[in-house]
């Protein structure tokens, strides 16, 4: 399974690092990946990295403000979220992926955090 923490109420312009620990099975042999979910939204995808974090991807709403990086050693993936902005607002989930290719779909990923909340106040 897989525990997301670090949401929380910030201002327009901060900063916040999401944290996701994974238990139950091997997480470095999994992608890992972050989604977000706004209101009346679909979840969209964020951001992900490779298996050993040597690569990252991103969407185009985030890049040059996110950043996703794991530690395998600690079965955890983070995103450090700087420059924030009142449409960051949304639950972010992380989750896992036995894919073979980088993906930015939902359905290839298998294990799911329950998703914490980032609140950005304009």
């Known amino acids: 399974q897989l525990q997301a923490s670090g949401g929380g109420l910030v201002q327009a312009g901060g900063s916040l690092r999401l944290s996701c620990t994974a238990s139950?099975?091997?997480?470095?042999?999994?992608?890992a990946g972050w989604f977000r979910q706004a209101p009346g939204k679909e979840r969209e995808f964020v951001a992900a990295?490779?298996?050993?974090?040597?690569?990252?991807y991103y969407a185009d709403s985030v890049k040059g403000r996110f950043t996703i990086s794991r530690g395998n050693a600690k079965n955890t993936v983070y995103l450090e979220m700087t420059s924030l902005k009142s449409e960051d607002t949304a639950v972010y989930y992380c989750?896992?992926?036995?894919?073979?290719?980088?993906?930015?779909?939902?359905?290839?990923?298998?294990?799911w955090g329950q998703g914490t909340q980032v609140t950005v106040s304009s």
């Open positions: 989750a896992a992926s036995q894919y073979i290719y980088y993906s930015d779909n939902e359905n290839h990923y298998n294990y």
């Open positions: 139950g099975f091997t997480f470095g042999n999994y992608r």
């Open positions: 990295t490779s298996r050993n974090g040597g690569a990252t």
